[in-house]
């Protein structure tokens, strides 16, 4: 298994030897889905490629910041979080009105008891670099442009372009991984629609320089916003999230309102922005490059996740959470089990057996996140996109330290199983009780 050296850039694997290759497994996109699952198919031995169209580093529309849940995916990679760049966070600091709370994470048997912060730029280079240590072949400046099938129309890899010079690639593998992010260029290739059903929220970020605010233990989120134009609450939150080095990355996420549709995010930024003290600096002239905005595809809202040798994780499978707007450790998650998964069946020769493991992938999924996703989606079209978090943190929630710990613990998926306190009693009984979704599996 080759071993790349840390002071190396994964871009400075080398350029595509040739128009083709073959691999194993073919995972498209570095972010932290496709470098979670390249890291942990190379761990179990399998030949995997990793294509990236950009280099590393790279910037990413991203909050940067980490739950617990995401710090578990880190540490079982093995990334050392110890090092310098990473910023621990102690919990988090509600913020509706007049009311301000600390919340700490919880102390569980499953997750650590601290979140993380870390710029996307320096995070999917670190995971990066991380797959390719384990042994994963990383091509960077490679676009992929759609899959390549046999005549069943099984995937049996992917055609590609350099991003400098526009030459035309061939990828050759029998199990593909889709990690290309919210486009999900192959997934629509294989006629994966997104469901209408399933909103799609939008987030915008800037970074400032706020030394007051950069060390914080907590990270902020402001739960009152206002569309920009009228006193209505915006369906989404605001953040402030300390990066540790002399910045603060803040940012809003919102769904579109079911009476006002959507919100000029940048046009809100601005007039939260307004309300905050003038000595935290989160003004125009300490100010880090430009506003920058994404979608953010909730709930699962593409299926299904599995068809014809093609796995989607993370932004291509819509697997955001509608709870928090949360992703990059749902990303890496669903990148372990689909490595996990091809793995098995790579185990096994081509025929139905290899499929029927396959197919397994979805159903894992759903196993783990389909209630508590059905139930987010749930609370996103009858509460969240008509008044926000607002009414959910009235006084009297603000105000009672259980109601706030066992609220905090459902929007962000923090519970052990088994159960071990109260507020796992009930959050774990309510995920039960939700019908599981009928999970869907290509052909």
Partial sequence: MREATPDRSPSDEGPVHGPDEEAQVIVVGAGPAGSSAAFHLARAGVDVLLLEKSGFPREKVCGDGLTPRAVHQLIRMGVDIKAPGWTRSRGMRWVAGDHRVHIDWPSLGRYPDFGLTRSRHDFDDILARHAVAAGARLRAGVKVTGPSTDRAGRVTGVTATTTATKEPLTFRAPIVVAADGASARLAIALGLQRDARRQIATAARRYYRSPERSREDYLELWADLRFPDSDAHLPGYGWIFPMGDGRVNVGLGAL???????????????????RTPSAWGLSEENAEGPVRSAALPLGFNRHPLYTRGLLLVGDSGGMISPWNGEGIGQAMEAGEVAAETAAL?????????RERVLRGYPVEMNRRWGRYYRLGNAAADLVFSRSGFQPVLNRYVMGSPFLLNTLARLLTNLTDRPSRDLVDHLLNGVVRVVPEPRTRTGR
């Fill in 345 to 353: 069946a790579l185990a096994l020769p081509p025929g139905p057996g």
């Fill in 256 to 274: 579109p309102h079911r009476k006002h549709g959507s919100a000029d995010l940048r046009a809100a930024l601005d007039r939260w922005l307004d």
